[in-house]
């Protein structure tokens, strides 16, 4: 999976899912905790793309989106999770995530995505169908 992405900051307990991020041919770093995302957020501009799982070693995902945008509000953020939930969905897109993926992720989608939210002009959400799904669960 060869994306312009550049280095994609993984914050995910799940090292199986980084590790076949690199298997995939995507330069990732990896943090696993949310306290450890945060300390790399501390330098706006320090990260481009941020793929933010739910799963977290010492928090969710979803509660640290707002205090993400605070930090650095442009981040692009795709964001994972375990089981589709539609309310957590919709919470954490008006905190202002770029792309709400549910797991398991499906890699062709990834991929789009890793390409979209690095386009100059993505300032906004994308939708599933915008990353060539005809599902609309996403």
Known sequence: MKTTAGTVL??????????????????????????????????????????????????????????????????????????FDPELEMEVRREGIHFFLPKPVEWSILEKVLSRVTEKDTDRFLLWSEAGNENTNG
């Open 10 to 83: 993984v914050a995910s307990r799940d090292a199986e899912f980084v590790s076949e991020m690199r298997l995939r041919g995507v330069d990732v770093d990896h943090v696993p905790s949310g306290q450890g995302l945060l300390d790399r957020l501390q330098v706006p501009g320090s990260v481009s793309v941020l793929l933010l799982d739910n799963d977290l070693l010492d928090v969710q995902g979803a509660s640290l989106v707002g205090r993400i945008r605070e930090l650095d509000p442009n981040v692009k953020i795709i964001f994972t999770v375990g089981e």
